[in-house]
């Protein structure tokens, strides 16, 4: 018998040490949920599902892969049935959250949060969860999306014959990763040049007509100048000397 324990402890600790760093692993992302009415008691979340992210280089870079899932814990039924019996679906003012669990930080209220009315749950047909992550590749905060959902948002109105509605099996939930965008820079314009004395150096003031071709007019005065005026013709012919 002793044998037979021995055995199996190293498997056993295995399987716990895997167990332990599959769960403190930075790269998985854990979603929890819970109903709320605003004159009911606030419940704790309880665990959803989880997500296995790729590695954080890549989110940084801004390239992610397409094939990203959430794969539900396995008391989700019984939770959604449990949320059905405390707060129904079609309760006024009711709202389904559903939560980020930030690594290392079991404060809940730190934890950032999307909310969606629940009378919207039994008509839809998805969901979609929106994760959007910072520049060091973390994820920070979600977005939950339900479809259908009116154009106005309101809730469906329910038949008098219809029984009391539940909320639906979440699966297949499609998760979209998005990584952080920077905004683009202004453009800037080009600081003025600055004297020793830190002063912005004074542009050259433009020279006038006469200033950029002073030399060319002296040269054109000189020329006339020293053409002179021009001599006129004598009028009428000259006479000869009278003699007696």
Same mark, same amino acid.
């Given at each position: 018998?002793?044998?037979?324990? $021995? ?47 790729? /590695? ?12 990203? @899932? ?29 939560? *980020? ?10 934890? !950032?949060?999307?909310?969606? =009315? $629940?009378? *919207?749950?039994?008509?839809? #047909?998805?969901? #979609? ?7 060091? +590749?973390?994820?920070?905060?979600? /977005?939950?999306?339900? @479809?259908?959902?009116?154009?106005? +948002? !309101? ?17 297949? #939930? ?37 200033? =950029? ?8 005065? +000189?020329?006339? *100048? ?17 003699? /007696?």
């Amino acid at each position: 018998m002793k044998l037979a324990l $021995t055995s199996f402890l190293p498997a056993f600790l295995w399987v716990t040490a895997t167990l332990a760093t599959e769960a403190e692993s930075p790269n998985v992302v854990r979603i929890h949920h819970r109903v709320a009415h605003p004159n009911l008691p606030v419940v704790p979340f309880v665990e959803r599902g989880t997500i296995v992210l790729p /590695d954080s280089s890549n989110t940084r870079a801004g390239s992610v892969p397409s094939s990203i @899932s959430l794969v539900p814990s396995e008391s989700i039924q019984d939770d959604l049935a449990s949320f059905s019996e405390d707060i129904p679906p079609n309760l006024e003012g009711a709202m389904y959250q559903i939560a *980020l669990e930030h690594p290392g930080d079991e404060d809940e209220s730190q934890w !950032a949060v999307s909310i969606v =009315k $629940t009378c *919207l749950l039994p008509e839809s #047909t998805s969901d #979609t969860l929106v994760l959007h992550f910072s520049a060091s +590749g973390k994820p920070f905060t979600l /977005d939950y999306f339900v @479809s259908p959902v009116p154009h106005d +948002g !309101a809730c469906p109105q329910s038949k008098s014959n219809d029984s009391t509605p539940i909320y639906p099996t979440l699966k297949d #939930t499609q998760v979209i990763l998005r990584p952080a965008r920077l905004p683009p820079l202004p453009e800037l314009r080009t600081p003025p040049p600055l004297t020793p004395q830190g002063e912005p150096v004074q542009p050259i003031a433009e020279k006038s007509f006469i200033q =950029k071709y002073w030399i060319y007019v002296v040269i054109l005065l +000189g020329a006339i *100048l020293m053409s002179g005026p021009q001599e006129e013709p004598q009028k009428g012919g000259g006479g000869g000397a009278k003699t /007696d």
